[in-house]
């Protein structure tokens, strides 16, 4: 239940129990000052089912309503406050309580709220509220006054507008947000929620799948539009969470991990369209699959190795970001590295006029270009400003890097020779152990030994690029060296095999392994830390997973590596995906939503 307590006389003709109301403050009370309004927070229960939201608001309160659904309703803060209002959730009910005991206004109040948090780890937010109004006049001359601010505001427009992301792709801000922000607006008011439009964009992008996979040209033509239908609703989504703040963890797991489920099928689609007018094109589908991936990781790892960034690199940082917001730069730079809005529009594009294999080329072709944009300048940057990194980032990495028990085993018996390894050895020792491998995979016979040896070595040049803590200036490429290693080989592997099924199981092993590195990132990033351990070890880590496809190339011969490939990808998705559902639709999963745009 959510409880507003409105402190001081009520004030004739406001619309504020009604606002609170309309918000779903039902339980409305009345206390004479803060004195009794913590007399009345004494006797609310703190926990247990009946502990809901408590919001403390100044009778005097004139603004927007959306000035106090911003700061009273958002689930993704424990405490948020406005002029004139503030609120705590269930988990910041007792720091409201010793708040209130101490102070005798609603100002000194919100002051020592934000203490109380900040000292038990914690944070008060105060939300932007832009054009919008909070106040809290001093008498009737003021009140007018801010009446007049407050009728002189659309408000709905500055709603409706606050949907949209700041900072997104030219496509996506130009051809998409001007129409889906309103279809967001028609969801909410016929109460549909966040997470049924965003299964409503997998449902349709998967029809895009299947339509694709026909293999006709009227089959082309519906996947395109199908697929950019898809994206319109996927942006739709987050515009909606938007505008009503139906923020949870559910919707965060969807909107974190379907983009990429949406993507990876149309590209399995087209495969399976080329295949039915005698075009494999399943190795062009996996490095397109590859490649994406691998720019992601490019991104996750540089971005948590610098999230706390000071000194030089956060100089860097903020030169970037002005770069990013002012002039023609924005949309240079957000088109260059083909976005997802850019990508899934020319995939469409190029689904509806050309065929399969002219789409992949294209995708690799803009991928590959984007690629070294991104990578140059963060290699760059990283060189040029190298601070301290801090033990979160370290962890970070680690956890990034998926280091499976061979590895572990090789870095506990190579830590004095990492030491003597120069600043830039890690990703040094992690790329030329990834060459060693992919090149044996590639280039040497089929089926011999030779591939089982360089994944050996593979193994042991992973332990030693982690052997050590990863706080070198580029130490943030090893997890994304790693990545190109274990998919690259396991394309190379299958392509070579000739063996009918060997590229779809492969872009079936691919696909799981990556979305339990997608959810690894995303755990990091909403605060809850990596996966369990066991989970790494239970899948072999990304080392043994690549020493497990190796030897079964080497040892298996005609449908068999088929049939390992298709059991790893079955046994590795159970796995991650048991525990990622149980993860993330469990009460402590992070709300983590992306509010900055994809960069890649």
Same mark, same amino acid.
């Given at each position: 239940?959510?409880?507003?307590?409105?402190?001081?006389?009520?004030?004739p003709g406001s619309p504020l129990e009604g606002d609170l109301r309309s918000l779903g403050y039902d339980d409305l009370r009345a206390a004479a000052d803060i004195a009794d309004a913590a007399t009345m927070l004494a006797f609310l229960p703190d926990s247990g089912p009946e502990a809901g939201s408590?919001?403390?608001?100044?009778?005097?309160?004139?603004?927007?309503?959306?000035?106090?659904?911003?700061?009273?309703?958002?689930?993704?803060?424990?405490?948020?406050?406005?002029?004139?209002?503030?609120?705590?959730?269930?988990?910041?009910?007792?720091?409201?309580?010793?708040?209130?005991?101490?102070?005798?206004? @609603?100002?000194?109040?919100?002051?020592?709220?934000?203490?109380?948090?900040?000292?038990?780890?914690?944070?008060?937010?105060?939300?932007?509220?832009?054009?919008?109004?909070?106040?809290?006049?001093?008498?009737?001359?003021?009140?007018?006054?801010?009446?007049?601010?407050?009728?002189?505001?659309?408000?709905?427009?500055? $709603?409706?507008?606050?949907?949209?992301?700041?900072?997104? +792709?030219?496509?996506?801000?130009?051809?998409?947000?001007?129409?889906?922000?309103?279809?967001?607006?028609?969801?909410?008011?016929?109460?549909?929620?966040?997470?049924?439009?965003?299964?409503?964009?997998?449902?349709?992008?998967?029809?895009?799948?299947?339509?694709?996979?026909? +293999?006709? $040209?009227?089959?082309?033509?519906?996947?395109?539009? @199908?697929?950019?239908?898809?994206?319109?609703? /996927?942006?739709? /989504?987050?515009?909606?969470?938007?505008?009503?703040?139906?923020?949870?963890?559910? +919707?965060?797991?969807?909107?974190?991990?379907?983009?990429?489920?949406?993507?990876?099928?149309?590209? %399995?689609?087209?495969?399976?369209?080329?295949?039915?007018?005698?075009?494999?094109?399943?190795?062009?589908?996996?490095?397109?699959?590859?490649?994406?991936?691998?720019?992601?990781?490019?991104?996750?790892?540089?971005?948590?190795?610098?999230?706390?960034?000071?000194?030089?690199?956060?100089?860097?940082?903020?030169?970037?970001?002005?770069?990013?917001?002012?002039?023609?730069?924005?949309?240079?730079?957000?088109?260059?590295? @083909?976005?997802?809005? !850019?990508?899934?529009?020319?995939?469409?594009v190029l689904t509806a006029l050309t065929t399969p294999r002219i789409t992949f080329y294209a995708l690799l072709v803009g991928c590959a270009l984007a690629a070294c944009y991104t990578l140059a300048g963060r290699v760059v940057r990283s060189m040029r400003a190298h601070d301290r990194r801090t033990? $979160?980032?370290?962890?970070?990495?680690? %956890?990034?890097?998926?280091?499976?028990?061979?590895?572990?085993?090789?870095?506990?018996?190579?830590?004095?020779?990492?030491?003597?390894?120069p600043a830039v050895g890690p990703p040094a020792v992690a790329a030329l152990g990834g060459a060693v491998m992919i090149a044996t995979a590639l280039f040497t016979p089929a089926g011999g030994l030779w591939p089982l040896l360089g994944a050996l070595v593979y193994v042991v040049t992973s332990g030693?690029?982690?052997?050590?803590?990863?706080?070198?200036?580029?130490?943030? @490429?090893?997890?994304?060296?790693?990545?190109?290693?274990?998919?690259?080989?396991?394309?190379?592997?299958?392509?070579?095999?000739?063996?009918? +099924?060997?590229?779809?199981?492969?872009?079936?092993?691919?696909?799981?392994?990556?979305?339990?590195?997608? /959810?690894?990132?995303?755990?990091?990033?909403?605060?809850?830390?990596?996966?369990? &351990?066991?989970?790494?070890?239970?899948?072999?880590?990304?080392?043994?997973?690549?020493?497990?496809?190796?030897?079964? &190339?080497?040892?298996?011969?005609?449908?068999?590596?088929?049939?390992?490939?298709?059991?790893?990808?079955?046994?590795?998705?159970?796995?991650?995906?048991?525990?990622?559902?149980?993860?993330?639709?469990?009460?402590?999963?992070?709300?983590?939503?992306? !509010?900055?745009?994809?960069?890649?």
């Amino acid at each position: 239940m959510r409880t507003a307590i409105l402190i001081g006389p009520s004030v004739p003709g406001s619309p504020l129990e009604g606002d609170l109301r309309s918000l779903g403050y039902d339980d409305l009370r009345a206390a004479a000052d803060i004195a009794d309004a913590a007399t009345m927070l004494a006797f609310l229960p703190d926990s247990g089912p009946e502990a809901g939201s408590v919001a403390l608001v100044d009778s005097r309160f004139t603004g927007h309503t959306h000035s106090l659904r911003l700061a009273l309703t958002d689930p993704r803060w424990t405490a948020a406050a406005v002029p004139g209002a503030v609120v705590a959730h269930a988990g910041a009910r007792p720091a409201l309580a010793r708040a209130t005991m101490r102070s005798h206004t @609603l100002d000194g109040l919100t002051e020592q709220l934000a203490g109380q948090l900040r000292s038990d780890g914690g944070e008060l937010v105060r939300p932007e509220l832009g054009a919008l109004v909070a106040a809290v006049p001093a008498d009737e001359a003021e009140r007018v006054k801010a009446a007049a601010a407050v009728a002189a505001v659309d408000e709905e427009k500055v $709603r409706l507008n606050s949907a949209v992301k700041s900072r997104d +792709g030219f496509f996506t801000t130009f051809f998409i947000s001007p129409y889906s922000k309103y279809l967001a607006r028609w969801c909410a008011r016929r109460g549909l929620t966040p997470n049924q439009v965003t299964t409503a964009s997998l449902l349709t992008a998967l029809i895009a799948a299947g339509c694709a996979a026909t +293999g006709t $040209r009227p089959g082309y033509v519906a996947a395109a539009v @199908l697929l950019l239908f898809s994206f319109v609703l /996927d942006c739709t /989504d987050g515009q909606l969470a938007r505008y009503s703040l139906q923020y949870s963890t559910l +919707g965060a797991w969807l909107d974190a991990t379907f983009d990429r489920a949406k993507e990876y099928a149309f590209y %399995a689609g087209l495969a399976l369209g080329a295949a039915a007018n005698g075009d494999d094109v399943w190795a062009l589908a996996l490095g397109a699959m590859v490649l994406q991936t691998a720019r992601h990781m490019v991104d996750f790892a540089f971005i948590e190795a610098n999230q706390d960034a000071s000194g030089k690199a956060a100089a860097n940082a903020a030169i970037s970001a002005r770069l990013d917001s002012v002039g023609w730069t924005v949309w240079v730079r957000r088109i260059i590295v @083909l976005p997802i809005g !850019e990508r899934w529009a020319m995939v469409a594009v190029l689904t509806a006029l050309t065929t399969p294999r002219i789409t992949f080329y294209a995708l690799l072709v803009g991928c590959a270009l984007a690629a070294c944009y991104t990578l140059a300048g963060r290699v760059v940057r990283s060189m040029r400003a190298h601070d301290r990194r801090t033990d $979160r980032a370290v962890r970070a990495l680690g %956890a990034l890097a998926d280091t499976g028990p061979l590895a572990e085993g090789a870095a506990a018996g190579l830590r004095g020779v990492a030491r003597r390894l120069p600043a830039v050895g890690p990703p040094a020792v992690a790329a030329l152990g990834g060459a060693v491998m992919i090149a044996t995979a590639l280039f040497t016979p089929a089926g011999g030994l030779w591939p089982l040896l360089g994944a050996l070595v593979y193994v042991v040049t992973s332990g030693l690029a982690v052997a050590r803590p990863l706080t070198g200036p580029l130490d943030w @490429l090893v997890p994304p060296l790693f990545r190109v290693a274990e998919y690259t080989t396991v394309l190379a592997l299958a392509a070579r095999a000739d063996v009918s +099924g060997a590229l779809p199981a492969a872009f079936g092993l691919v696909a799981a392994v990556a979305y339990h590195h997608y /959810d690894t990132e995303y755990r990091i990033r909403g605060g809850a830390g990596a996966p369990p &351990a066991w989970l790494v070890r239970a899948t072999g880590g990304q080392e043994g997973r690549a020493l497990v496809a190796v030897a079964a &190339a080497a040892l298996l011969s005609g449908t068999g590596f088929t049939i390992a490939l298709t059991v790893m990808a079955v046994a590795v998705a159970a796995l991650v995906l048991t525990e990622s559902i149980r993860f993330w639709v469990s009460s402590g999963a992070p709300a983590v939503h992306d !509010e900055t745009g994809e960069p890649a």
